[in-house]
């Protein structure tokens, strides 16, 4: 049946029309060579950093580290604390408290000493943003009497430096003890295990000043284990110490063998006289 020209016309377009409409309602396919576009990160304000970053476009720069993989450790609040303490401070060993979700208390177990730290996060909120310390209050609480914590800031001081020479104005050649052989220049003694050995004094010093200490006979002595049975110290002391004996299951057994700690040890009188630096019996 042949249809008149004007109603063939209206019934092509009622079957186009449907078609048309629902094409253009429907969003155009994404191009093959489009990326979805990350929006840029912004500093929430006010922002006061102290580390590891202090301005605005710095904390930018950290987060976009941080969503590209980078500085990972920077996600957790208290990875942070405990950077600053050992970068900043060089505390060797911190040890960290949460106080509540922007504080942090910080001891160091060579002293006692305790530092209280504010976080934040700075640029993206929540999990996946970047934290930083945004405030410091004073180092307080120190277990040591105020002359050894001087003689250990300065010990302390040259190892950092790397400078045994530094090491020179605390010595009391009269009295102070660094071998069990002939008497003659602790400093070139040290520089002599350092050139013909693996092991570096310096290194060490710093290492076990770090340490818990232990108090005896009017003299602070670090590391813990000075006048401890080597058999009674803990999987964490061993790991402790492990910064200082790549094997630390051979060191114990050869203390256990002699009857005591005879690693590297040094000590402090009470007035502040560095007393001794020395390992062996």
Known sequence: MAF?????????L??????????????APASPDSTPVRPSPSVVEPFTGVWPFDRAEEALAWQLAVDDGRRQWALDPARVSARYAR??????????RQADPHTFEITDPGSGAILTVQVGQPVSQGEGGVW???????????????AVAETR???????????????????????????FGDGGDPVAY???????SDERP?????????MPFTHTDGVYAWPFAFDRDPASLTQDELRM????????????DSWIEFGGYVGWRTGISRDGTWQFFVAGD
Do not use: H
């Not at 930083?132 to 105020?146: C, F, H, K, M």
């Open 87 to 96: 970068s900043v401070l060089r505390w060797g060993f911190p040890e960290v």
């Open 190 to 196: 040290w520089k002599d295990i350092e050139a013909n």
């Open 241 to 252: 110490l492990s910064a200082v004996y790549s094997n630390i299951e051979r060191a114990v």
């Open 202 to 210: 310096l290194e060490i010093l710093a290492a076990i000043l770090s």
């Open 14 to 27: 009622s079957t186009m029309l449907p078609v048309a409409c629902r094409q253009a309602s429907e969003p």
């Open 4 to 12: 008149p020209p004007r109603l063939l016309v209206v019934a092509l």
């Open 132 to 146: 930083a310390i945004t405030r410091v209050d004073e180092v307080s609480g120190s277990d040591l009497p105020s």
């Open 153 to 179: 800031n300065a010990l302390l001081a040259a190892t950092a430096a790397g400078d045994y020479d530094a090491l020179r104005p605390l010595i009391d050649p009269a009295s102070f003890t660094y071998s």
